[in-house]
């Protein structure tokens, strides 16, 4: 079976020369019209009538084209596409109660629309978007399995779901108010009073939301996932801008609600999720153009099948070469010139005063900054960065220093070329 994905974000049909077009060689006889332009002047790619030879791919000079051939057996197991040529989503993860089921694999490969299907935000269409199943016709699709069961109940209402969302920087946009305003909405199985403190988020509870870290926004989105009384978890991505000891008491009451619900965790931190799973699915697929689910494998297989990029059951290979953890000695001796040198370093912020001990940075050093959040480690680096002075202490340094930021805001009015271009 071979599939054709145009990511339509990528593909700048204005700047170029159709080249996907005017190389295809059955384009070329005249014969067939293997590639046409849609209604938006973008490419439409006949997966019947290509051939697979690539020339389109290679000629897109915005990497927009992909052409990928795929084991026939995944025709009938096509749970969602959202367009002609555009990502299409195989196979889905049953939630098991008692355990905490894990999600493994790269972005962009349907992991997040998954956990939308089983939720039932979403309804899968089969394949079919030109024209969407009926809910009934999807149970039949899935007549006799554990996946017809699961929507059957989500369909009728008898389960209830609670998700968190991948995007926590989000929240901001959606919830206006302060952090005690959203929890006392969801108090159903937890109080407001016994999330806050196993959270940590009692000295923010009268704090705007607006005005929270990214590690607070991840911990509240958490509590509030945590306060409702559901059926069926969906955790996506809870670790990120969580420090470890945040995050192992996260994965703790994750652990424990699984006693008792069905619990689903996507996680790309690989320690985490062998410490918080009890059984993984890996994902693998190619971002943007689709994604397979595999079957649940115990933690430490999946891991292990996922950092080697094959699948032994199935005889397919996912990534190219594996990926390979290698320990060098440590250097015993630096002898090469200081990049950055500074003195005794204090910045004081009123509620928070950083000391900083003398130091240097080196020639082919690579300098670790560890700790838990809100202990100074961004306020160091701004120090470094020149983005921000000290109160006390001298610094010097005569280098150009880039410094990527913590939390990204998207306020470019412009194009991702247009803002690479301005900081060449």
């Not at 945590?226 to 994965?251: C, T």
């Not at 994902?283 to 094959?310: C, K, M």
């Not at 001990?357 to 670790?368: F, L, T």
């Amino acid at each position: 079976m071979r599939i054709a994905a145009v990511l339509y974000d990528r593909c700048q049909n204005r700047k170029c020369n159709k080249e996907c077009i005017n190389f295809c060689p059955l384009m070329r006889t005249g014969v067939t019209e293997c590639i046409i332009l849609g209604e938006r002047g973008k490419p439409i790619i006949s997966e019947t009538l290509c051939q697979g030879c690539g020339i389109c791919v290679n000629k897109c000079q915005f990497d927009a084209i992909k052409i990928i051939g795929l084991a026939d057996e995944l025709k009938s197991e096509m749970v969602h596409q959202y367009g002609e040529n555009m990502f299409r989503l195989y196979r889905l993860p049953v939630p098991k109660k008692g355990i905490v089921t894990g999600i493994l694999g790269p972005n962009g490969i349907g992991k997040t629309t998954a956990i939308k299907m089983l939720s039932g935000i979403e309804i899968p269409n089969l394949g079919r978007h030109d024209n969407p199943p009926t809910k009934e016709e999807v149970l039949a699709h899935y007549a006799g399995t554990e996946t017809h069961e699961y929507l059957k109940n989500v369909y009728a209402g008898k389960v209830k779901t609670a998700m968190k969302p991948q995007y926590v920087d989000k929240l901001p946009q959606a919830v206006k108010g302060v952090v005690r305003d959203l929890l006392e909405k969801v108090q159903e199985r937890m109080t407001l009073a016994e999330a806050a403190e196993k959270l940590e988020l009692t000295e923010v509870l009268d704090r705007q939301i607006d005005k929270l870290s990214g590690g607070e926004l991840q911990r509240l989105s958490v509590a509030a996932t945590l306060m409702k009384d559901a059926d069926v978890y969906f955790f996506d991505e809870p670790s990120s801008y969580l420090d470890i000891y945040q995050r192992v008491k996260v994965a703790r009451l994750i652990k424990e609600l699984s006693l008792e619900k069905q619990v689903v965790v996507i996680e790309h931190d690989l320690a985490l999720l062998d410490f918080l799973a009890d059984n993984v699915n890996v994902v693998y697929g190619s971002e943007g153009a689709y994604g397979v689910f595999t079957q649940p494998r115990q933690v430490r297989t999946a891991i292990n099948v996922y950092l080697d990029g094959y699948l032994p059951e199935e005889n397919i290979r996912f990534r190219d070469r594996p990926i390979e953890f290698t320990a060098s000695p440590p250097r015993g001796d630096w002898n090469t010139a200081s990049l950055v040198e500074f003195e005794a370093l204090q910045k004081d912020f009123g509620e928070f005063k950083l000391d900083v001990n003398p130091g240097m940075v080196r020639i082919g050093e690579s300098v670790g900054i560890v700790g838990p959040n809100g202990t100074g480690k961004t306020t160091f680096v701004k120090i470094l960065a020149g983005d921000l002075e000290a109160d006390s202490g001298k610094l010097d340094t005569k280098l150009k220093i880039s410094y990527k930021p913590q939390y990204i805001s998207a306020d470019f009015d412009g194009t991702v070329r247009d803002l690479l271009y301005s900081t060449a």
